[in-house]
């Protein structure tokens, strides 16, 4: 019978309105013990940087010269170096590298911070540092941990926490890249910033130093290679090209 299944609602709201002080009540010490854990969390802090790329790279002058002589040099049997690349996505594919990160943070000694931190005074300024994981009276590593894990924190371990902390955000449309840190300390996210710009600006215009130079390199051994003038002439501007590089790197 279809009766004997349906709900009488007035039943149910009689039920519920019996026991309403049981509901209110725990209703309330639910959201009065969600507000005093959520109160008793550490506070997080993010640093962000907007950074636009130098230049979106199509080889530059060399490059625009190779594509035109390309031809030329095939019938001559010779190589022409590459063209350039997108220099935001090779941007963020050293950042994100392990290599990159690991290099970070032995290079600016950052594992305690990293590693060990639970929190910072905003009084004093000063991180507090967990005293089952750090001693920073003996500076050594006390953590608890299972064979064969050291007690030091290794680099593919700390490179995993560090990635939880970096956000990395490209727009598409304007190619604006977003790199935030978030961490205990705002001023230590401010820092991290701070040098992840240094330090991947660094690393870009080394690599492109050292590209320019191996070009440099390579084309004075073609015009030595080839007996055509306009190849010659056209390996003398690509010198000039990647001279200019490296000056202005």
Not at 16 to 41: D, E, P, R
Not at 161 to 189: C, Q, R
Not at 192 to 219: F, G, H, K, M, P
């Amino acid at each position: 019978d279809f009766a004997d299944d349906e709900i009488d609602l007035r039943e149910l709201f009689a039920v519920l309105w019996t026991g309403k002080y049981w509901i209110a009540g725990l209703t309330s010490i639910a959201a009065i013990l969600s507000v005093v854990y959520a109160l008793s969390l550490p506070n997080i802090y993010r640093s962000e940087a907007l950074l636009a790329p130098s230049s979106m790279n199509d080889g530059g002058i060399g490059g625009g010269l190779a594509k035109q002589y390309s031809g030329l040099a095939s019938l001559a049997g010779i190589s022409m170096p590459g063209g350039g690349m997108d220099k935001t996505a090779l941007a963020l594919a050293v950042i994100k590298s392990r290599h990159f990160i690991s290099d970070f943070i032995q290079r600016h000694d950052i594992l305690v911070p990293l590693m060990a931190a639970d929190g910072w005074d905003q009084s004093t300024g000063k991180l507090s540092i967990d005293a089952d994981i750090y001693d920073t009276g003996s500076a050594t590593w006390v953590r608890a941990v299972r064979p064969p894990q050291p007690v030091q924190p290794s680099g593919q371990e700390a490179h995993g926490v560090f990635d939880e902390l970096l956000s990395i955000t490209e727009d598409k449309n304007s190619g604006f890249v977003s790199l935030s840190i978030a961490h205990y300390s705002p001023m230590v996210a401010q820092q991290w910033v701070t040098w992840l710009v240094e330090d991947i600006n660094n690393t870009l215009r080394a690599q492109e130093v050292a590209e320019a130079e191996n070009s440099i390199a390579y084309l004075k051994t073609q015009v030595d290679a080839t007996s055509l003038t306009d190849l010659q002439s056209l390996f003398f501007e690509m010198i000039q090209s990647q001279t200019e590089t490296i000056m202005l790197a």
